[in-house]
């Protein structure tokens, strides 16, 4: 019976998932056609700016990099940090054609210039926060799409879980 139960939910789960994505990616499309076409380079967010020719590009929220399926170079583990956290600016960045990783302000300044100053925000923020949570939820159906190693702290099922309602 809990297996039926498990099952039924998990198919219930990932119909409404499925139905939200179909309705977002129809706003998101939308969303698309206006302003600055621009997307941060690790983690995809849409610059928020207008499409007037500036120089510097903007998010003021930016996703875990993992939701496009960044993950680690040798452990396909997926990238669970916020890209503005202190631990993204003290990794090293790069593409998987290239042998060079380097700190982030180099990466991007070689690869995306436009992309400086990059903001910093601090793990206790509760955009952060929601972030996670909307990984846990998520998770296994990410790591499958994008054929990731999940090993996301189990500590986040009680620290997160409960952000984010089923």
């Not at 990932?14 to 139905?19: F, G, L, S, V």
Request: aromatic share 12%; hydrophobic share 30%.
């Amino acid at each position: 019976m809990q297996t039926i139960w498990i099952n039924t939910e998990r198919f219930i789960t990932k119909e409404r998932m499925r139905a939200h994505l179909v309705t977002k990616n129809i706003i998101m499309s939308y969303f698309n056609q206006l302003g600055c076409s621009a997307r941060c380079p690790l983690c995809s967010s849409k610059c928020e700016l207008p499409d007037d020719g500036h120089t510097q590009h903007q998010v003021s929220k930016h996703l875990l990099p993992a939701f496009t399926g960044f993950q680690g170079r040798d452990t396909k583990f997926p990238t669970l940090i916020v890209c503005t956290e202190d631990e993204a600016h003290d990794r090293r960045w790069g593409y998987q054609k290239d042998s060079i990783y380097l700190p982030l302000t180099e990466f991007l300044s070689k690869y995306h210039p436009s992309w400086i100053p990059f903001p910093r925000s601090e793990p206790s923020d509760e955009h952060v926060a929601k972030m996670r949570a909307i990984w846990w939820r998520l998770k296994g159906e990410l790591c499958e799409r994008y054929n990731m190693i999940d090993n996301t702290d189990p500590s986040w099922g009680s620290r997160y879980g409960s952000l984010i309602p089923e």
